[in-house]
């Protein structure tokens, strides 16, 4: 693993990163509709989608960093070192699942104190974000757009547009991802197509951690 300065570039449109001298420097995560059971609101769409065929969401482009065996610290499950800066690119694909649009999973960073930088490089979306404190914002990504993402929000990026959602994303190498808290409670709002606009709605399901 590289660790001398480096360049890649990212093909638009389309978001792929391109490396010149090497193999194996990406980790590719594919998120499939089958990874998202319970986030959807309407189970009933989403059961109906899936007996399609199941649909890849999502795509992730994350450049490998050191880790604890290259003898930097361990400070979370991901065992990146202390220091590292993660980053690649967030492709986000197009759909719906009954009316709320195609989106991420979401998180928290296992170490909540943890921020992240996303620069938006194509397509139209959404960020939804809260903090356990039951704080909530949602703020709209459009190319050329910087989100600061500060630490203790979680966030989940949604696609409202026609075609790909591509971000880059930075974010610190000992962050870690918490998805259990999600998984569990849901975000407290909901973007869905309303009247042919992407409009942001109560989650039904959400449950406070009380
Ligand atoms: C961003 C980054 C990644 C994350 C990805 C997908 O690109 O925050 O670390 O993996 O979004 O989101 P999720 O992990 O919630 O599925
Ligand atoms: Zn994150």
Redesign the pocket.
């Known amino acids: 693993m590289r660790s001398t300065p480096f360049t890649f570039d990212i093909s638009l449109p389309g978001g792929v990163p391109t490396v010149y001298d090497g193999t194996d420097v990406f980790i590719r995560?594919v998120?499939p509709l089958s990874a998202m059971r319970g986030q959807y609101a309407d189970q009933e769409a989403y059961e109906a989608l899936l007996a399609q065929g199941d649909a890849v969401l999502?795509e992730?482009y994350?450049m490998r960093r050191p880790q604890v065996a290259d003898g930097y610290i361990e400070a979370a499950d991901e065992h990146v070192g202390l220091g590292e800066l993660?980053h690649?690119t967030?492709i986000v694909h197009p759909g719906k699942v009954g009316d709320e649009y195609f989106m991420?999973?979401?998180?928290f960073h296992s170490v909540l104190d943890t921020a992240?930088v996303y620069y938006v490089l194509q397509g139209r979306g959404m960020m939804v974000m809260e903090t356990p404190e039951e704080e909530w914002a949602v703020e709209e990504l459009r190319p050329g757009r910087v989100l600061y993402v500060p630490p203790r929000w979680a966030h989940?990026?949604v696609n409202t547009g026609q075609e790909d959602l591509v971000?880059l994303?930075v974010?610190p190498g000992h962050a870690g991802?918490d998805y259990g808290t999600i998984e569990t409670r849901g975000f407290r709002k909901l973007v869905i197509e309303r009247d042919g606009q992407p409009t942001i709605v109560d989650n039904p399901r959400w449950r406070s951690q009380e």
């Open positions: 995560i998120r999502y992730v994350e993660l690649g967030s991420t999973k979401g998180h992240e989940r990026s971000t994303f974010y991802h």
